[in-house]
């Protein structure tokens, strides 16, 4: 669909225009192994209890994980905050 499509120039300069020209270029914008990634999921699936999200891949990891730690200090921020409502 990459090579479909035309560019809007108010994303090329985001992650849609670097996958964008990654993709035209030959290249692939993930490092995993697609194989894996498929068994991964498959394996997921016929678990009795599934994750919320399904992280694939060390970066994914590394940054879902920055972002989820990100957002807990946020919410700790606003501790005294919250509890200064209660009853």
């Known amino acids: ?3 479909i499509t035309q560019p809007i120039e108010a994303y090329e300069s985001g992650p849609v225009g670097r996958t964008r020209k990654s993709i035209s270029g030959g290249g692939s914008p993930t490092k ?3 194989r894996k990634m498929a068994a991964a999921m498959i ?7 599934l994750p919320r999200r399904l992280t694939l891949g060390g970066d994914a990891y590394k940054y879902m994980r920055a972002a989820l730690q990100q957002r807990l200090a946020d919410l700790e921020a606003q501790e ?3 509890h200064s409502s209660d009853l």
Do not use: K
Request: proline fraction near 0%; glycine fraction near 12%.
């Open 1 to 3: 669909a990459a090579g």
């Open 32 to 34: 995993g192994d697609a």
């Open 43 to 49: 394996d997921i699936a016929d678990r009795e209890t």
């Open 80 to 82: 005294a905050l919250a």
